[in-house]
C-alpha cells in the first residue's frame, strides 16, 4: 500500500534559525513528488515538482531534494512568513491522485 | 497558473440537507478533482471529475452521497447530500495545469462546511 509520512509533526523555529522538513514514501514505480505550502483556511499553494532522485528545486529560501526513498523541504534562515504547513503528495496509480502525508506545521518566531 | 474559485467560500448547514459546491477555473483543464479536509488532517482525495461522463470515486467515497458534475472543461459542482456533523470537513477542488502541464495540480480556496 502507498503511503507518505512526513516528520516531524511541528517545528518551531526562531527567525533566521534554518531547518529541514522530511517526507518519505513507500510507492511503487514513483512518477514525481510534490510540495505544497497551506496557510490556515487556504488551499494548498503549490510549490515544486520532483520527478527522479537527485533532482533539487529552489524557490526563495526554501530547497526540494529528492531521492529514491525521501524527500527533504530545507527552509534557508525563515522569516516569520514562513509559517505554514508544509504538504507532500505522491500521485499513485495516476498523475491526478494524489496521496497527501499528514503534513509540518511550522512557526517562525521573530 | 489557474485560477481557481470556489463557492461557497464558507457554510452553515443543517443535518439532512444538501449543498452544492461549484468549481470554477479560468482556463480549460484536463483533469478535475475534489478533495476532503477534515479538522486537523489532511487532504484525501474523493474523486475525479470527468467531462461528460460519471466521476470516478475512490474507495469510501460513492455517488449517492457525494454527486459530481462536470458540464465543460472549466467547472465542476460537488454535493454533498443528507449531511451529518461527521461531513463538517474543508472541500477542495483541483486542476492540473492544463495543456502541457497535467503532472501539476493546483488547488481552490476551498469550502469550508459546519454541519449542525
Known amino acids: 500500500e502507498d503511503q507518505v509520512t512526513q516528520s516531524p509533526e511541528a517545528l518551531r523555529l526562531q527567525e533566521g534559525e534554518s531547518s529541514s522538513l522530511n517526507c518519505s514514501y513507500t510507492v511503487s514505480g514513483l512518477r514525481g513528488l510534490f510540495w505544497y505550502r497551506q496557510d490556515p483556511g487556504k488551499g494548498p499553494e503549490f510549490l515544486f515538482t520532483?520527478?527522479?532522485a537527485g533532482e533539487e528545486k529552489e524557490k526563495e529560501r526554501l530547497k526540494a531534494t529528492l531521492t529514491k526513498k525521501e524527500s527533504f523541504l530545507h527552509i534557508t534562515a525563515p522569516k516569520p512568513e514562513d509559517s505554514a504547513t508544509y504538504l507532500c503528495a505522491v500521485p499513485t496509480d495516476s498523475w491526478g491522485k494524489l496521496q497527501f502525508g499528514a503534513g509540518t506545521q511550522v512557526v517562525v518566531t521573530p | 497558473s489557474a485560477v481557481i474559485s470556489q463557492k461557497p467560500s464558507r457554510d452553515i448547514c443543517q443535518r439532512g440537507t444538501s449543498l452544492t459546491i461549484q468549481c470554477q477555473v479560468d482556463s480549460q483543464v484536463t483533469m478535475m478533482f475534489w478533495y476532503r479536509q477534515q479538522p486537523g488532517q489532511s487532504l484525501t482525495l474523493i474523486a475525479t471529475?470527468?467531462?461528460?461522463?460519471?466521476?470516478?470515486?475512490e474507495s469510501g467515497f460513492v455517488i449517492d452521497k457525494f454527486p459530481i458534475s462536470r458540464p465543460n472543461l472549466t467547472f465542476s459542482t460537488l454535493t454533498v447530500s443528507n449531511m451529518s456533523p461527521e461531513d463538517s470537513s474543508i472541500y477542495l477542488c483541483?486542476?492540473?495545469?492544463?495543456?502541457?502541464?497535467?503532472?501539476?495540480?493546483?488547488f481552490g480556496p476551498g469550502t469550508r462546511l459546519t454541519v449542525l
Open positions: 471529475a470527468n467531462q461528460g461522463s460519471e466521476a470516478t470515486y
Open positions: 520532483l520527478y527522479s
Open positions: 483541483s486542476v492540473d495545469g492544463g495543456q502541457g502541464s497535467t503532472d501539476t495540480q493546483y
